[in-house]
């Protein structure tokens, strides 16, 4: 984990990974859902959908590699039983080429630097349990949740990060004591379009 947390942090500013030009079909369609092309991250083409029950199982279904964003998940795919993901945060997935130990630690640490730089003074704490982790405010409320997976290749990583969603939101969800968002907390909600480019610079290479 010391290697690539090293190796990161000397390679990501200059990176390429940003909207634009990339390989692969400009549309693709992924169990029903529609994803259009927005960019690419070290070589791995970037789609986006508007809305997905799970982004995690339309990358299983994609020809190759990719990273799949969507901006609502209307009935993510989760052992644990539905989870509020409203419009307005950002959801993405990819596979890494790690084990899950450190491919966990590589998420949170991004997530983690991603949030401070937003929001500066938000204290939060990260953990796991199996292969779902979360990063939590002080007053134990999710502003982001975690996922990981175990695949041949790697880990399958998957991210709710809490950013624009209003707790009138999570309040629809009967979830506004355990969800929050950066814009619900007070802060100035950041582009979600940067906010993803950002995270993929600190993320370890994407490999499917």
């Known amino acids: 984990m010391l290697v690539w947390m090293t190796l990161g942090a000397a390679?990501?500013?200059?990176?390429?990974c940003g909207p634009g030009p990339a390989e692969g079909p400009r549309v693709l369609r992924l169990r029903g859902h529609r994803y259009r092309r927005i960019g690419q991250c070290r070589g791995v083409p970037v789609y986006r959908t508007s809305s997905t029950?799970?982004?995690?199982?339309?990358?299983?279904?994609?020809?190759?590699?990719?990273?799949?964003?969507?901006?609502?998940?209307?009935?993510?795919?989760?052992?644990?039983?539905?989870?509020?993901?409203?419009?307005?945060?950002?959801?993405?997935?990819?596979?890494?080429?790690?084990?899950?130990d450190d491919a966990q630690a590589a998420l949170a640490q991004a997530v983690r630097a991603e949030l401070h730089h937003h929001a500066p003074d938000l204290a939060t704490q990260s953990s796991w349990d199996g292969r779902y982790g979360a990063h939590r405010a002080s007053d134990g409320r999710f502003v982001a949740g975690l996922l990981s997976e175990s695949?041949?290749?790697?880990?399958?990583?998957?991210?709710?990060?809490?950013?624009?969603?209003?707790?009138?939101?999570?309040?629809?969800?009967?979830?506004?004591?355990?969800?929050?968002?950066?814009?619900?907390?007070?802060?100035?909600p950041p582009c979600i379009d940067a906010v993803l480019w950002s995270l993929l610079r600190r993320l370890p290479p994407p490999v499917r």
């Open 53 to 100: 029950d799970s982004t995690f199982a339309d990358r299983a279904a994609a020809p190759g590699p990719v990273i799949l964003v969507t901006r609502e998940s209307v009935s993510p795919d989760s052992d644990g039983g539905d989870w509020p993901a409203p419009r307005g945060n950002l959801y993405l997935s990819l596979v890494v080429g790690l084990e899950r």
């Open 151 to 188: 695949r041949p290749e790697g880990t399958s990583l998957g991210l709710d990060l809490h950013v624009h969603a209003r707790a009138s939101a999570y309040a629809r969800f009967g979830a506004e004591a355990d969800h929050v968002s950066l814009a619900a907390l007070g802060y100035a």
């Open 11 to 16: 390679f990501a500013a200059d990176v390429a």
